[in-house]
């Protein structure tokens, strides 16, 4: 089964520290996802690019984040500095852009910050 | 994205089928139906999704009424490991907006 991929599974760091998240899309998959999930918000969805591109990054706080794809095999999630209130399962989906597409959720990376 | 709405909750015993519904009845001709769950702790887990007509695959069924208003997803055999939550999605694709919207789901427990 293909599947997603996402490193680190669980991560604990100090408030002020830098965090990369990464996520491996499912092979021939060209749009790739990232949401967040906290129990007072739900499942939002951060940012998603199409191709490497960005294509919408409004869910995500400019300041502190920011998401890359380095090449077709790699997406990364960066917040730096993180602070508590970042504290979250952040989850990488990929899909392929067509209508009536499906997209595949990793695992997720479990994220506290102290 | 149209909004869609769900039952907070519900209980369903194991072995039997278990119908799941929801209301998208601002739908729009060209957005699709999509189910995911999440069972705790995992990433949310596709199950089906559909445009207008039925669908069925090897965890569910989805009816979706001629009108489109409302759709049920249909698990025909509940097991204990079906216990999760159910968000049903209603997604649009067009002007190259591919995202999933989620709300708060269903959560559904399966009982012995």
């Known amino acids: 089964d293909a599947r997603v991929t996402q490193t680190p599974r669980h991560k604990v760091t100090e408030m002020g520290q830098e965090v990369t998240m990464r996520c491996q899309p499912i092979?021939?998959?060209?749009?790739v996802f990232w949401y967040r999930q906290t129990m007072m918000q739900g499942l939002e969805l951060l940012a998603y690019?199409?191709?490497?591109?960005?294509?919408?990054d409004s869910g995500m706080p400019k300041d502190r984040f920011s998401a890359e794809m380095p090449d077709a095999t790699l997406a990364t999630l960066k917040i730096q500095p993180s602070e508590p209130r970042d504290s979250a399962v952040y989850f990488c989906a990929s899909g392929s852009w067509r209508p009536g597409d499906t997209q595949y959720f990793g695992p997720g990376t479990r994220l506290t910050v102290l | 994205d149209a909004k869609t709405t769900q039952p907070t909750s519900m209980d369903c015993a194991e072995g039997r089928a278990a119908n799941l519904p929801c209301n998208h009845s601002t739908i729009s001709g060209n957005e699709y139906v999509y189910w995911y769950r999440q069972i705790h702790s995992q990433g949310p887990q596709y199950i089906i999704h559909g445009l207008k007509n039925n669908e069925t695959n090897e965890m569910a069924s989805l009816i979706i009424t001629e009108d489109r208003k409302s759709s049920t997803l249909i698990l025909p055999h509940a097991t204990l490991r079906d216990t999760a939550v159910y968000y049903c999605?209603?997604?649009?694709?067009?002007?190259?907006?591919?995202?999933?919207?989620f709300g708060a789901g269903t959560t559904v427990t399966v009982r012995a």
């Open positions: 999605i209603v997604r649009s694709f067009s002007q190259g907006d591919y995202k999933l919207s």
């Open positions: 092979l021939g998959h060209n749009t």
């Open positions: 690019f199409r191709n490497r591109a960005p294509l919408d």
